[in-house]
Structure formats: C-alpha cells, structure tokens
C-alpha cells in the first residue's frame, strides 16, 4: 500500500509516515488511499493479476497476429497443403491457476517445450 501510495503521489514521501507523524490527518490518508488511480500495485494484488495494462495488451495483439497469421495461411495455402491449427499462447490467468498446483520438473520442462514449439511454428 506505501509504494503503491508512493508512487501516485510523488513528493509527498510516505503518506502512511506522515499520517502517524502528524504531518497529514487520517482523513487525507483515507482520500488518498481511496483516490489511488487505477492500476496500482494494490489493486493487482487483491485481484491476483500481476500483470500491467501494457502486458495485457501486448498478450491480446500477440494472439490477434496469431490468428490473422493462421487464417491468412490457411486462405492461401495450396489445395495439397494441410491446414493450420490456430493455438494462442497460454492465457496468464489460466495459466497462473494451473502453475498453483503441484509441478514436477518434468512438467516444467513438458510445458517451456510446447510453448517453445507453439512460437517457433508461428515464426515459421
């Protein structure tokens, strides 16, 4: 909560210091807190998502080439050539319930080597 308070409003030092000194009332710290924009570390946190808005949205255009790649080769391709199977990578929320559960070494190296083979097909 200090960084995430800390990094909205910058030059005030830590608004939670200041509010035990006496510097600023608990009511200042209290609109603060309540007024932290959006996204902050604090609201990541209580959502489990530790992924910013430019990841998100970097994952979302990554997947949309994805497809566009995929249909484009499939509408292009020779009538003696196989069609090719769109695969995303992984979604990170789905993705992160999956990595709470018990992983093996062998698991963790199953999984590096399809996402591995996932981005080298669609490089191709």
């Known amino acids: 909560m200090e960084a995430a308070l800390m990094q909205a ?3 005030h030092g830590n ?3 200041n509010a035990l000194k006496g510097k600023i009332s ?3 710290l209290r609109v603060m807190i309540e007024h932290l924009p959006r996204p902050n570390a604090v609201t990541r946190e209580i959502a489990g998502d530790h992924w910013h808005d430019v990841e998100w949205m970097l994952w979302d255009v990554s ?4 497809l566009l790649r995929t249909n484009f080769y499939n509408a292009n391709r020779g009538s003696e050539a196989p069609a090719e199977k769109f695969e995303p990578l992984p979604n ?3 993705f992160k319930q999956q990595t709470t559960e018990a992983r093996t070494p062998e698991k963790v190296a199953s999984d590096r080597a399809h996402f591995r ?3 080298n097909r669609n490089q191709s």
């Not at 997947?63 to 994805?66: E, F, G, H, S, V």
């Open 15 to 17: 608004p939670v210091i």
């Open 9 to 11: 409003y910058p030059g």
């Open 26 to 28: 608990t009511r200042q």
């Open 92 to 94: 990170p929320k789905t």
């Open 117 to 119: 083979a996932v981005l």
């Open 63 to 66: 997947t949309q080439l994805r």
